[in-house]
């Protein structure tokens, strides 16, 4: 079973149609057992991490992530849920997030871009189990104005380039990050969700 995080940000039902839609057995849920029973783990997020940081916080959940991350099992960070793993965010101020994987997340410093990167850009990836499968060029959609910076490159598995290349997946052991969206981005994004729902670790 997999289990899709709800503390109250994010596109819940999206990513559990998703998967509803490859056939995984997929519960969204704000339940401490629940998250323990599952087989995978999914922490989606769209919105402010401070505002992610407190309604985790206030479900009585931060403690329970971690652990459940440091379980093994295969773990799943989207877009804000993948910022949530690193160490820091410096989203409007200094946020201390769930520290899983070394890095920081910082603005986007760019002059001649839009800033939110909103909508379909490629991906350089490495070889990896999400990927998979797949072995035409990428494009996946993004919606975010902050990402990863200072992750070392062995836990890099795919960059974007926009303005200049930013870390858009990642992996440490059994956990998962991906800035885009993959709920949201066709045949591709549902072959890494597919891919991630039949790991085995």
Known sequence: MIAVIDY???????????????GFDVCVTDQKQTLRDADHIVLPGVGAIADAL???????????IVKQA?????????????????????????????????????????ENMRVPHMGWNSLIVKNNPLFRNDGEQKYVYFVHSYHADGVPEKNVIARTGYGYDFVSAVQKDNLFGLQFHPEKSGETGLTMLKNFGGLKL
């Open 70 to 110: 440091e379980s093994g099992k295969p773990f799943l960070g989207i877009c804000l849920g993948m910022q949530l793993l690193f160490g820091k965010s410096y989203e409007n101020g200094e946020y201390e997030a769930l520290g899983l994987i070394e890095g920081d997340v910082k603005p986007f410093c760019l």
């Open 54 to 64: 407190s309604n985790l916080e206030q479900r009585g959940l931060t403690t329970e």
């Open 8 to 22: 109250g940000m994010g596109n819940l039902r999206s990513v559990e149609k998703a998967f509803q839609y490859l």
